[in-house]
Each structure stands twice: as C-alpha cells, then as structure tokens.
Nanobody, 117 residues
Framework: EVQLVESGGGLVQPGDSLKLSCAAS????????MFWIRQAPGKPIEWVAAITTNGLGKSYADSVQGRFSVARDNAKNVIYLQMNDLKIEDTGMYYCATNRPPNFPERGPGTQVTVSS
C-alpha cells in the first residue's frame, strides 16, 4: 500500500523559503516518477514539479520555474521540494503524489503552506 507523508509547511512571508519533505513507504520509491502538486481553496489541483526515478530529470510548472527545486533520496525514501522566493499565490495545500495524473489519487494528507504579509 502506497503511503506518503508530507511535512515542512508553515506560515511565511513573501520572499521567504521553505523546504518540504515527503516520506514514502509501502512501495518501491525508486521505481516511480514522483510529483509535487498543490491545491488552493476553491481551485483545482495544480501540478508543481515532477522528478524521474533516478532524480536526473526534473520538470516544473511555469509558475514556479526558477524558484522551486525538486529532489529525491531513494535510499532514504524521501522526496523534497525546496521553495524559494515564495509568493502569496503559492499558498495552498502541498502534496507529494505518484505518477497518476490528472487527479493523483495516491498522495499524502498534505502540508499547508501559507504565504502572507
């Protein structure tokens, strides 16, 4: 059974940084392309970043390109999302998820990121 648990969210000011972590268990993480997705209140799920199984291939949504960086440590079964220069529009619940778009049903409970001045 796929189990994912996100952590690292919080309340920050515009321009601040946060690093999210996602602990994976119950499956072979190194065999899965993984995603970070987010959802703001009243808005649909938005894909944020993706990373290939070996971590060498990374893709980002235009809205976060140049500010966010995804990484993984397969030996530790962890996925990371480094978020720099946070903006108010980055506010939302952040999830890590397996590669099952568009609804990404295999995801954790999420970690809340709130960017507010």
């Amino acid at each position: 059974e796929v189990q994912l648990v996100e952590s690292g969210g919080g309340l920050v000011q515009p321009g601040d940084s946060l690093k999210l972590s996602c602990a994976a268990s119950g499956f072979e993480l190194d065999s899965r392309i993984m995603f970070w997705i987010r959802q703001a209140p009243g808005k649909p799920i938005e894909w944020v970043a993706a990373i290939t199984t070996n971590g060498l291939g990374k893709s980002y949504a235009d809205s976060v390109q140049g500010r966010f960086s995804v990484a993984r440590d397969n030996a530790k079964n962890v996925i990371y999302l480094q978020m720099n220069d946070l903006k108010i529009e980055d506010t939302g619940m952040y999830y890590c998820a397996t590669n099952r778009p568009p609804n990404f049903p295999e995801r954790g409970p999420g970690t809340q990121v709130t960017v507010s001045s």
